[in-house]
């Protein structure tokens, strides 16, 4: 089977023999029953709610609960109760069960992969590529862990004496919260983050995304993962939101999702516990391409669209204002709204679809008033902005990848993060131009820059107020982080930790040093 990441474009022969008969199985065994949250280990009812498909809403997904604060409490009291053992375990242990905990992921690849077609309209390449994304952290933070010996290091004696030692140790009980979009990746990553370093886990994965963190859930714990070191809670998260944020037994929070959730959990967990406490936080953000007279337009073309409507557009990464160079904007638009309208836009099962639906009712109701919202302000449609309507397509949230250029740049689809196909595009004169609209705004979270001009590519890279940069990446110009090769970081409002997923720091956003001096 070949490696299939975010920038590959298709699946080999086997891997898609295997997405299709796990689809069979999702259909058979999966879908439309009941599921309960996970409490040490036990089956929790609550509340039920039903969450359908929005590939077509006739789909039922599943049967969830909603719990509130009892079940919040019981959740962390697991916790406590867990870290007393899990803690305490010697780091080669924890390390190599995360490595069955990969193993077990491993067997349900293709099974999760399905169920994220059904659960959030993901694509086949990119749900393979999420579930292959959702190992290689697992097992690169396991080898970091072991290359890292725990993070137990011998230090210098300080007086005469004395033996020293820096050990890094667990903070405790951790609520992880996590979005629809990456369902797979971005909850484990988080739960493995807090687990490998002895740290216990509430995880509460979005109301719309349960189905695959049961899937996730399953895989810890049969890799070995103790019932009450990690649990899972479902429904809205607000539902829970006074005990995380004030119950004082919370070691920490690990988030990721919109910048206006992340930022009030922060500011409330600051403000309800009784001293500091760590917030690992990773938010949304609104990147910018940059495409200069400079670029290899191709590569430019290719690599926009892939990060403009990569799975519609709804990944924090996404590509969604465009900048480009005055004398080359006209061709440049042109050309990527030809290769744009040939991404093909349908059920995401289907083999060679680029796009699925949006992943609800809302976001297909703010993109259509977007648009008119653009088209308002001054903006002209280069291409799409309809909703999809046709035959089946009226079941889901089918929309198609579009294109707005003439909105002026002050405007909220400027500064806003849509989480929808809608690019909007805008010229530059030269780079310091670029550079500082790049730069004017709070986010910072990926960008990117098309040209071959190797002292315009060091400019960028030095100025731009960003985590992740890309420079000439046709398999998308501001997506597809792997963990290993590009950390995952937000800056400004994007993050909280400046130590992101994916690379060699974020592990310590879960622990805690101590020094130790023994005097011999
Ligand atoms: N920076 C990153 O790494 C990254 C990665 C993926 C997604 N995101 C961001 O996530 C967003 C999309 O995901 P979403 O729509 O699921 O985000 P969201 O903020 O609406 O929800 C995220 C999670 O927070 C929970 N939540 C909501 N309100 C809460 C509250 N009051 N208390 C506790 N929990 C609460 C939700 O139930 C969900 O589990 C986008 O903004 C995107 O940019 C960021
Ligand atoms: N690794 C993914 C994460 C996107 C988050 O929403 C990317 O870089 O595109």
């Known amino acids: 089977m070949t490696k299939i990441t975010y920038t590959s474009s298709s699946l080999d022969e086997e891997s898609g023999a295997r997405y299709e008969e796990a689809l069979s199985t999702v259909e058979r065994e999966l879908l439309g029953k009941g599921y309960p949250m996970k409490i040490g280990g036990r089956d929790v009812l609550a509340l039920e709610y039903e969450v359908r498909s929005p590939i077509n809403m006739d789909i039922v997904v599943g049967r969830f609960q909603r719990g509130g604060r009892d079940e919040a409490v019981a959740a962390l009291n697991s916790a406590v109760r867990a870290f007393d053992d899990w803690g305490r375990r010697d780091w080669r242990e924890r390390a190599a069960i995360m490595?069955?905990?990969?193993?077990?992921?491993?067997?349900?690849?293709?099974?999760?992969?399905?169920?994220?077609?059904?659960?959030?309209?993901?694509?086949?390449?990119?749900?393979?590529?999420?579930?292959?994304?959702?190992?290689?952290?697992?097992?690169?933070?396991?080898?970091?862990?072991?290359?890292?010996?725990?993070?137990?290091?011998?230090?210098?004696?300080?007086?005469p004496g004395e033996e020293t030692w820096s050990v890094a140790r667990p903070r405790g009980p951790w609520f992880v919260i996590s979005p629809f979009n990456f369902p797979a990746m971005l909850g484990s990553g988080m739960v493995q983050g807090a687990l490998i370093t002895g740290n216990t886990v509430v995880w509460k994965p979005s109301e719309e995304a349960?189905?695959?963190?049961?899937?996730?859930?399953?895989?810890?714990?049969?890799?070995?993962?103790?019932?009450?070191?990690?649990?899972?809670?479902?429904?809205?998260?607000?539902?829970?939101?006074?005990?995380?944020?004030?119950?004082?037994?919370?070691?920490?929070?690990?988030?990721?999702?919109?910048?206006?959730?992340?930022?009030?959990?922060?500011?409330?967990?600051?403000?309800?516990?009784?001293?500091?406490?760590?917030?690992?936080?990773?938010?949304?953000?609104?990147?910018?391409?940059?495409?200069?007279?400079?670029?290899?337009?191709?590569?430019?073309?290719?690599?926009?669209?892939?990060?403009?409507?990569?799975?519609?557009?709804?990944?924090?990464?996404?590509?969604?204002?465009?900048?480009?160079?005055?004398?080359?904007?006209?061709?440049?638009?042109?050309?990527?709204?030809?290769?744009?309208?040939?991404?093909?836009?349908?059920?995401?099962?289907?083999?060679?679809?680029?796009?699925?639906?949006?992943?609800?009712?809302?976001?297909?109701?703010?993109?259509?008033?977007?648009?008119?919202?653009?088209?308002?302000?001054?903006?002209?449609?280069?291409?799409?902005?309809?909703?999809?309507?046709?035959?089946?397509?009226?079941?889901?949230f089918y929309v198609e990848p579009t294109i707005m250029d003439g909105v002026p740049e002050g405007h909220y689809l400027f500064r806003d993060e849509l989480f929808m196909p809608l690019l909007v595009v805008a010229p530059f004169r030269d780079l310091d131009d670029a550079i500082a609209?790049?730069?004017?705004?709070?986010?910072?979270?990926?960008?990117?820059?098309?040209?071959?001009?190797?002292?315009?590519?060091?400019?960028?890279?030095?100025?731009?107020?960003?985590?992740?940069?890309?420079?000439?990446?046709?398999?998308?110009?501001?997506?597809?982080?792997?963990?290993?090769?590009?950390t995952f970081v937000g800056w400004k409002a994007s993050g909280a930790t400046g130590r992101g997923i994916g690379g060699p720091y974020y592990l310590f956003n879960f622990l805690q040093e101590q020094a130790r001096t023994y005097v011999r």
């Open 99 to 159: 490595r069955r905990v990969a193993e077990a992921v491993e067997r349900r690849k293709f099974l999760i992969a399905a169920v994220m077609a059904y659960e959030v309209g993901k694509n086949r390449v990119e749900a393979v590529a999420e579930v292959n994304e959702a190992l290689e952290a697992i097992r690169y933070y396991a080898s970091l862990v072991e290359k890292e010996e725990g993070y137990v290091r011998r230090m210098a004696p300080g007086s």
């Open 210 to 396: 349960s189905l695959t963190a049961h899937l996730m859930y399953e895989a810890y714990v049969e890799g070995g993962v103790p019932p009450g070191a990690i649990n899972l809670l479902t429904g809205p998260g607000e539902l829970y939101e006074d005990v995380i944020v004030g119950d004082r037994r919370v070691a920490g929070i690990a988030f990721t999702g919109s910048k206006d959730v992340g930022h009030h959990l922060y500011r409330e967990f600051a403000a309800r516990q009784p001293y500091p406490k760590p917030v690992v936080l990773e938010t949304g953000s609104k990147n910018p391409t940059v495409v200069t007279a400079k670029a290899d337009l191709a590569k430019a073309v290719e690599g926009v669209a892939r990060a403009a409507f990569g799975y519609g557009g709804q990944k924090c990464s996404a590509t969604s204002r465009l900048y480009v160079q005055e004398e080359v904007k006209d061709e440049f638009v042109e050309a990527l709204a030809g290769y744009t309208r040939s991404l093909t836009v349908g059920d995401p099962r289907k083999d060679g679809v680029f796009m699925g639906p949006l992943i609800n009712a809302r976001a297909y109701t703010n993109f259509a008033r977007n648009v008119q919202e653009g088209i308002a302000a001054g903006g002209r449609l280069v291409t799409g902005g309809r909703q999809l309507r046709d035959g089946w397509m009226s079941k889901g």
């Open 437 to 486: 609209k790049v730069n004017d705004t709070d986010y910072g979270l990926t960008a990117g820059i098309f040209s071959e001009d190797e002292s315009e590519v060091r400019e960028f890279m030095e100025r731009v107020e960003f985590g992740v940069l890309y420079a000439n990446r046709k398999g998308g110009a501001t997506t597809g982080a792997w963990p290993g090769a590009q």
